[in-house]
């Protein structure tokens, strides 16, 4: 385990020196960021930006005032555009193991503190290893929101990751990243190649081992916001792995009781007022569920859940109680497998 570790940190702190050094694309952010985004990182320092290694959007919408915990927050890109979104009253810790890149993170403290107006730093970095984030000394049930840009891939104890994230969230908090998946699992001699897990390939989860890694941590019902293919721009690289494909997944994991592992129909509905910075429209939690401004829509329990019970419920209007169960909800997927249209013939009977 330490030999991994320490092959992360040289490859991350000594041989990558900016994201023009990776072999894929998979470190990559795959789509523009929204606008409000752009602007924040227009006001992130140039030398903490020459050395992101992200893969996805990890800054969700509506964190204003939130207390976030970013998992291997490197230079610290994600962690400074979330101190600026989150604003004097919020708080970011960022936890990385990579001395070069918490150098970097550390230099730029009070420029950041200055450049966005605030008194007072609202951000902290702290060295560790994110399979030990309960030995940190970080309160449990103490942050809003957890993120982590392309980062848990480089864990080989992925469960213990997502374990301690979900003890380290608030109730109703949640847990918002981006990471590398694969179509299937990824072999040994795969596994050990200190280029394909430094490029976030090798250390890949098969997609649905993390399903059931989630929900083993008490993330009943992951959620997808969206994915891309990853291209390996490497000759060498790409016959070493194959037919393996590679995808860039943003999912966001709500902590919440009473989730159930199917959606379930309660005859419930809501309507999104607006008011959400990025989502004046419409409000999307995943990417299967869009919410027009002032459009009724009706919803699985779980959805519900994932609007009332958390940071966004101020902007919903909730229509139907949980008194009267009708099946599965079938706008999410799922059917009786033994549902039929047709007629059982008396012989078929026992």
Not at 297 to 314: A, E, I
Request: with cysteine; charged share 25%.
């Amino acid at each position: 385990m330490e030999t991994l570790h320490e092959e992360v940190q040289d490859y991350y702190g000594k041989e990558l020196e900016s994201t023009e050094d990776l072999k894929t694309n998979a470190c990559c952010t795959l789509t523009a960021p929204p606008k409000y985004i752009m602007n924040a990182l227009r006001e992130v320092h140039d030398e903490v930006q020459a050395k992101y290694y992200g893969c996805g959007l990890t800054i969700p919408f509506d964190i204003e005032g939130l207390r976030i915990l970013d998992l291997g927050s490197g230079s610290g890109r994600d962690c400074y555009i979330a101190s600026k979104l989150v604003g004097p009253n919020g708080y970011v810790v960022g936890v990385d193991m990579t001395d070069e890149q918490l150098d970097v993170a550390n230099r730029h403290i009070d420029y950041h503190t200055e450049k966005f107006g605030y008194s007072k730093p609202n951000i902290e970095f702290v060295k560790g290893n994110i399979e030990e984030l309960d030995k940190l000394g970080l309160e449990k049930r103490s942050f809003d929101l957890i993120i982590s840009n392309c980062v848990v891939n480089l864990a080989k104890d992925k469960q213990k990751v997502l374990d301690d994230a979900f003890d380290l969230l608030k109730p109703g908090g949640e847990m918002y990243f981006s990471d590398v998946y694969s179509d299937r699992r990824v072999s040994q001699e795969l596994q050990n190649d200190p280029i394909l897990w430094g490029e976030c390939l090798s250390g890949a989860l098969y997609w649905n081992d993390f399903l059931n890694f989630a929900k083993k941590a008490g993330f009943t019902d992951p959620r997808a916001l969206e994915n891309k293919a990853i291209t390996i721009e490497n000759k060498e690289l790409e016959e070493k792995v194959g037919d393996l494909k590679f995808f860039s997944v943003t999912y966001r994991l709500f902590k919440l009781n009473g989730l159930e592992s199917d959606c379930e129909d309660y005859g419930q509905a809501l309507t999104y007022n607006g008011g959400i910075t990025g989502q004046e429209h419409g409000f999307e939690l995943d990417d299967h569920h869009y919410f027009p401004k002032g459009k009724v829509m009706s919803v699985c329990g779980n959805t519900y859940k994932m609007t009332h019970d958390t940071r966004f419920k101020s902007y919903f209007t909730f229509y139907g109680t949980w008194d009267t169960h009708y099946g599965i909800f079938e706008g999410c997927g799922g059917a009786m497998p033994f549902a039929t249209n047709g007629s059982v013939a008396d012989e078929d009977c026992c």
